[in-house]
């Protein structure tokens, strides 16, 4: 790639960057986006809607970077939690990291490079029709005395990255710590998951785990609760919800509505709809009390329970000791909170679980190996030698110098982030067919498979398919593999730097614009004149945004020495994220929450903690008779 076709790049991603924060600046401040731009506080009811016309409300403004800037991390811990905090130490820990490469990298490696062995006078005026090549490592001359200059960088950056990562372990577990023993007592430290309950004939799994536990555990234990076969109460509560949420909708319309009571609501006879709609609701609660009924009284038990304890410590023995001698009974692993259970899988057999497993290894294999055809075609339009090629009746259009920039320089990097976009929610899928018993897990799982997926497809993958496939005769020599791949990672350079742009600047200013979301809400807003009084605040996509950035420092640390010019650019991503998303977004313990009064009312809630969602009582009906109130209050004049 010519440096031409890098500034080409730059120039469209910087372009959308701007209009992606110049439309957050005036879309935000709209009344009628407050559920996009200010979600959790419609939540907790602190917003304000305003009905009077104010032009300021149409000029762009940038008080929310200064806001964002200054907003302490205490403030973000209250505000998101302590996940929210690790992750923009992530960001802090990068920015830390690149200004220390950049400064090393633009002040001292990349004149280096350029220059290689020559110290001639430089034609500036040339620049851009030169190849990006020219500011890597592999202008340097084999045997030049300018490599020792490498090896000192690559050794003092090493050390610097050391010390960061020992000072944010440290600060990260001291914040971890206190956030502990800031906190309310809570019901997962109080709890264990217990699973491979042995079968007795004569006596229910709940039977045999108050028995057991009484007996070896006898100061610390509480209660339990064992789990029971749902799924038909999911599919009743499931259509429960989806009646409750027609009739909010019908009720929200105007005038008086009819609809045929026979099949999809087309034949029959005519009917007041919503009438008909809250008779079929209540009879559907009905069916889910007659249900949950049976299900408390003769309802299937399965092999798992969750066990409270009195102390943490006493949960914390449970876990960390093997209950039984047979280790396939009786295993104990610490309880999710209650909210973040996935209960689809507590039921699971063991078979079961491993055949999943091995499913999802196999469907993940297959999904990477897969990614390697819009991979190879990406770096086809990265090379135009061999996009003319391939294909010759492209070959008058390509030589258009602005076609040619924009398809070598700006188009495979965007190609590659529309299918990469695929990719997060397949894997999550993947990671909730896998047998974890909670939400958080399924969250870590698929940020891993994702993190791995884009370093092999996005970094590895790239490099082979870019420079060494395009060499078959590479690995007929052996002897020489070091050699070419040593040319061939640095040759990919170029590519990175515009990948760096697109999936990095592009898609963080994307992220603060919230596109999707905006066009959700004006779609929903045309189709229902009046919502619904439940909001849920969405939860930020972990799975997607954690291997992203991950990925932005390996391309960092790999290129801080191969191809330095790349250091700006993720400098910059850091930089825009970090405003982006600060703005979106034991025994000791235990002696000194049994001296408050208020444990006896938390340990009586405990032993509830853990019930079914599936077995709670249905309230649809009782709220159906409200008139949809708006979500957020009259206008203040």
């Not at 593999?481 to 590519?495: C, E, N, T």
Request: charge should be neutral; aromatic fraction near 12%.
């Amino acid at each position: 790639m010519i440096v031409s076709a890098l500034l080409t790049s730059l120039g469209i991603n910087f372009g959308l960057c701007i209009l992606y924060f110049t439309l957050y600046s005036i879309l935000r401040k709209q009344p009628g986006n407050i559920e996009v731009y200010a979600p959790r506080l419609v939540a907790e009811g602190k917003s304000r809607q305003e009905s009077h016309f104010d032009l300021e409300r149409l000029l762009p403004s940038t008080g929310w970077v200064r806001t964002a800037w200054q907003l302490s991390e205490e403030e973000l811990l209250s505000a998101s939690g302590l996940d929210a905090v690790v992750y923009m130490r992530i960001f802090i820990f990068s920015l830390r990291v690149f200004s220390v490469a950049g400064i090393i990298g633009i002040c001292i490696l990349l004149p280096v490079n350029y220059l290689g062995n020559e110290l001639n006078d430089i034609d500036f005026s040339e620049l851009p029709n030169k190849s990006v090549d020219l500011f890597s490592i592999s202008n340097v001359k084999d045997g030049s005395k300018w490599l020792w200059v490498h090896f000192c960088s690559a050794y003092l950056i090493t050390g610097v990255v050391c010390f960061l990562l020992y000072y944010e372990y440290n600060y990260i577990s001291s914040k971890r710590l206190a956030s502990f023993y800031a906190s309310r007592p809570q019901s997962h430290d109080f709890s264990v998951l217990v699973r491979g309950i042995p079968v007795t004939s004569g006596s229910s799994f709940s039977n045999q785990v108050e028995s057991f536990f009484t007996e070896y555990h006898s100061s610390t234990y509480l209660s339990h609760s064992v789990v029971r076969r749902t799924s038909k109460l999911q599919g009743l509560i499931s259509d429960a919800e989806k009646l409750y949420k027609k009739l909010t909708h019908l009720k929200s319309r105007p005038g008086q509505k009819f609809q045929r009571n026979g099949f999809l609501g087309l034949f029959g006879r005519k009917v007041d709809a919503v009438d008909h709609t809250e008779k079929r609701l209540q009879d559907l609660e009905e069916n889910v009390r007659i249900q949950q009924s049976d299900v408390s009284l003769i309802g299937e038990e399965v092999p798992a329970a969750f066990v409270s304890f009195k102390s943490r410590y006493g949960a914390a023995i449970a876990v960390h000791i093997q209950q039984a001698i047979n280790p396939m009974q009786w295993i104990t692993e610490q309880a999710p909170e209650p909210n973040d259970v996935y209960w689809p899988f507590l039921s699971s057999t063991f078979l079961r679980i491993w055949i999943s497993k091995l499913l999802v290894i196999v469907a993940s294999i297959f999904l990477t190996v897969i990614f390697l055809i819009p991979v190879v075609f990406v770096q086809g339009l990265a090379n135009l030698d061999q996009l003319e090629i391939l294909l010759p009746f492209l070959k008058r259009v390509l030589s258009i110098t602005f076609v040619s920039q924009v398809v070598t320089g700006y188009l495979p990097s965007l190609i590659l982030q529309m299918f990469l976009s695929f990719v997060s929610p397949i894997m999550k899928l993947f990671s909730s067919m896998q047998g974890y018993i909670s939400h958080s897990q399924i969250e870590r799982s698929a940020s891993s498979k994702v993190l791995w997926f884009t370093i092999w497809n996005v970094f590895f993958a790239n490099v082979l398919s870019g420079s060494v496939i395009s060499q078959l005769k590479l690995f007929l020599d052996l002897k020489n593999i070091p050699s070419r791949l040593a040319a061939a990672v640095p040759a990919q350079a170029s590519f990175f730097i515009t990948y760096v742009l697109s999936s990095g600047w592009t898609s963080v200013a994307s992220e603060i614009a919230r596109a999707i979301p905006l066009i959700c809400e004006l779609i929903g807003g045309c189709c229902s004149k009046s919502r619904s009084d439940e909001f849920d605040v969405p939860s930020f996509p972990y799975h997607k945004e954690i291997p992203r950035t991950l990925l932005f420092g390996l391309l960092g640390i790999t290129y801080f020495l191969l191809a330095p010019l790349i250091i700006p650019f993720v400098l910059a991503y850091y930089a825009l994220g970090y405003i982006v998303y600060r703005n979106q977004s034991l025994i000791k313990k235990d002696r000194e929450d049994h001296s408050d009064p208020a444990m006896g009312e938390f340990f009586d809630k405990l032993v509830n903690a853990y019930s079914d969602p599936c077995m709670r009582p249905l309230s649809y009906s009782d709220n159906a008779d409200r008139h949809i109130s708006p979500l957020l209050g009259p206008a203040q004049v």
